[in-house]
């Protein structure tokens, strides 16, 4: 038996190396009740071509409108990837599921919104339907990529059945039968703003208001409903963003005054 290094070629060497790595991956599948090649198989989904048809108003023939979507989808999976990462290395990559809410995988288009506001205003350009669902989608991708790298596989297994359901549901607010959303995808403010309209009357009456559209739209933080009230609802200069958020604050608090 040759103890030594030198009684191994290099060829023999990287057989060893490659052996090991085998076993090693075979371990981590029986030690995960999820076969870590099935998840493998998950990360891509849903994949750009889904993404750009389901969330922009675009045809199918309309090949170079579809080539610039999946170049504007690229741009917001880096931006995501560079977030996620740096908030799970603070994490070491530790998942407690105990303690996990799928809150903490939201907020990125606001992120966008505020510090890559020329993403946000292409994806406008490109008749995007629902921004805030589609970079959801993205982000939960990016966490599944990098959990999955980093043999965190029941946290990747999560975000891809996560980022099933926000696809889903993303998509059933663009092409469902809610008349708002119809109204909404077809950039109709007009007609929105007329529906609306009966509410629009005291600031008690626009607390309310606020906090329902909060609750239909699934949003999670008075900034992001402030800027989705502020851009398809209150349209003039006035009532502001800052009081926006400051009345769906006090009306969370059950102050309607």
């Not at 931006?79 to 907020?107: H, P």
């Not at 993205?138 to 990098?146: E, G, Q, T």
């Not at 933080?221 to 989705?228: K, V």
């Not at 769906?248 to 608090?253: E, V, Y």
Request: with cysteine.
């Amino acid at each position: 038996m040759v103890n030594s290094r030198e009684g191994f070629s290099d060829a023999d060497l990287q057989k060893i190396l490659e052996q090991a790595e085998r076993i090693e991956f075979e371990r981590l599948q029986h030690r995960t009740t999820i076969p870590t090649v099935f998840i493998k198989e998950l990360l891509d989904s849903p994949p750009n071509f889904l993404l750009s048809r389901n969330f922009f108003d675009v045809g199918y023939k309309d090949r170079k409108r579809i080539s610039i979507i999946h170049e504007l989808i690229e741009k917001i999976d880096n931006i995501a990837i560079e977030d996620c990462k740096e908030l799970l290395e603070e994490q070491g990559y530790r998942v407690d599921f105990e303690k996990e809410e799928s809150i903490m995988y939201r907020g990125l288009s606001v992120h966008i919104m505020l510090s890559n506001k020329d993403i946000y205003l292409e994806s406008k350009e490109l008749k995007c339907l629902n921004f805030h669902k589609l970079c959801d989608c993205i982000n939960l991708k990016a966490f599944a990529r990098l959990y999955f790298e980093n043999q965190q596989y029941e946290a990747s297994f999560y975000c891809i059945n996560l980022v099933g359901y926000v696809f889903g549901a993303g998509t059933n607010e663009v092409r469902g039968d809610n008349d708002f959303q119809k109204k909404l995808s077809k950039s109709n403010k007009t007609k929105a703003n007329k529906r609306w309209s009966k509410h629009n009357q005291t600031r008690p009456e626009k607390k309310k208001l606020y906090l329902e559209i909060m609750d239909q739209q699934n949003f999670t933080t008075f900034a992001e409903t402030a800027e989705y009230i502020k851009q398809h609802i209150e349209t003039d200069k006035k009532p502001s963003y800052d009081t926006i958020k400051r009345w769906l604050s006090q009306a969370n608090k059950g102050d309607f005054s």
